[in-house]
């Protein structure tokens, strides 16, 4: 809220006395476990449902776990776990996550801890058959949005989710050839939004395309992916048998903890035998070495 009422006296815009006031909302609760959130999976599937967010090292092991209701948002839930992993874990230098967590408030914080944020293309949210936003480019130096049809839009004021919000004037779009892929406003006036941390998000996509991060965002499938593929088709982590979020948490952490114990032991047994064969390859060699000469 500093930094909105700040950009507000920047544009000789009153500062707000406060954040927004939460919107009254209907949440549909269980009867068995009031403790779940209704997840929507896909557009039509929804169930009562808990979400981990789950954090693995390169080599695949779990390195922490938050279980929240199904009904908060990833993007949401992501500081209760990278805090704890940052706590624990100091030295990650890397954050490699889905699209689900590409937010400007995700990005603002991870940079200015000195990480790296590591995230994918996220698709364009505007109204399909319509311009996708980033035909909308904004001018910094004289702050405005230059539209497709080369018209500017003003900046009009600073809302309080932190979106700065320029406009376009009325008259001039209602005779614009491409008001159709435009707005359907009445008043025929364009409105574009820009968040006051969408420089972060530039910077994330700069690093996307860089080859050294483009490289380990590949390997994700091979390892958080791999990870949930394992739990779910082979530890019955699908499904919960338990209720409540304290008993679903300490499930899934004793899962995790399995699963990582598995992992170890296998990769032990094949150092092992690796390390065996390497010795008997080495013992050979020696031999043959020894024995070349007598018999030359």
């Given at each position: 809220?500093?930094?909105?009422?700040?950009?507000?006296?920047?544009?000789?815009?009153?500062?707000?006395?406060?954040?927004?006031?939460?919107?009254?909302?209907?949440?549909?609760?269980?009867?068995?476990?009031?403790?779940?959130?209704?997840?929507?999976?896909?557009?039509?599937?929804?169930?009562?449902?808990?979400?981990?967010q789950?954090?693995?090292?390169?080599?695949?092991?779990?390195?922490?776990?938050?279980?929240?209701?199904?009904?908060?948002?990833?993007?949401v839930?992501?500081?209760?776990?990278?805090?704890?992993?940052?706590?624990?874990?100091?030295?990650?230098?890397?954050?490699?996550?889905?699209?689900?967590?590409?937010?400007?408030?995700?990005?603002?914080?991870?940079?200015?801890?000195?990480?790296?944020?590591?995230l994918?293309?996220?698709?364009?949210?505007?109204?399909?058959?319509?311009y996708?936003?980033?035909?909308?480019?904004?001018?910094?130096?004289?702050?405005?949005?230059i539209?497709?049809?080369n018209?500017?839009?003003?900046?009009?004021?600073?809302?309080?989710?932190?979106?700065?919000?320029?406009?376009?004037?009325?008259?001039?779009?209602?005779?614009?050839?491409?008001?159709?892929?435009?707005?359907?406003?009445?008043?025929?006036?364009?409105?574009?939004?820009?968040?006051?941390w969408?420089?972060?998000?530039?910077?994330?996509e700069?690093?996307?395309?860089?080859?050294?991060?483009?490289?380990?965002y590949?390997?994700r499938?091979?390892?958080?992916?791999?990870?949930?593929?394992?739990?779910?088709?082979?530890?019955?982590?699908?499904?919960?048998?338990?209720?409540?979020?304290?008993?679903?948490?300490?499930?899934?952490?004793?899962?995790?903890?399995?699963?990582?114990?598995?992992?170890?032991?296998?990769?032990?047994?094949?150092?092992?035998?690796?390390?065996?064969?390497?010795?008997?390859?080495?013992?050979?060699?020696h031999?043959?070495?020894?024995?070349?000469?007598?018999?030359?």
């Amino acid at each position: 809220m500093a930094e909105i009422n700040q950009d507000r006296e920047n544009h000789d815009k009153k500062p707000f006395d406060g954040p927004k006031p939460p919107e009254e909302k209907e949440i549909t609760i269980s009867e068995t476990d009031p403790e779940s959130g209704v997840f929507h999976k896909g557009e039509h599937k929804k169930c009562f449902a808990y979400t981990a967010q789950t954090g693995c090292d390169k080599n695949g092991y779990v390195m922490d776990v938050t279980v929240n209701a199904g009904n908060v948002h990833d993007s949401v839930a992501f500081d209760g776990l990278y805090d704890r992993l940052t706590e624990k874990n100091p030295e990650i230098e890397n954050i490699v996550a889905d699209a689900g967590y590409k937010t400007p408030w995700i990005s603002k914080r991870v940079l200015d801890d000195g990480r790296i944020p590591v995230l994918p293309y996220k698709r364009p949210m505007g109204k399909k058959g319509n311009y996708p936003p980033y035909e909308y480019i904004y001018d910094e130096y004289f702050d405005c949005v230059i539209c497709p049809e080369n018209q500017v839009l003003n900046y009009a004021t600073t809302n309080r989710e932190g979106y700065r919000e320029f406009k376009s004037k009325g008259y001039i779009c209602e005779n614009c050839p491409t008001k159709h892929l435009c707005t359907e406003n009445q008043k025929n006036e364009k409105t574009v939004t820009k968040h006051i941390w969408s420089d972060y998000l530039e910077t994330v996509e700069d690093i996307r395309h860089t080859p050294e991060y483009k490289a380990l965002y590949e390997q994700r499938k091979e390892t958080i992916e791999r990870v949930f593929a394992d739990a779910k088709e082979k530890h019955s982590m699908r499904y919960t048998q338990y209720r409540g979020l304290s008993q679903v948490t300490n499930w899934v952490r004793l899962k995790f903890a399995a699963m990582n114990l598995k992992k170890y032991a296998i990769h032990r047994w094949k150092r092992s035998h690796i390390y065996g064969s390497f010795a008997c390859f080495c013992l050979n060699f020696h031999k043959l070495k020894f024995i070349t000469p007598n018999l030359a």
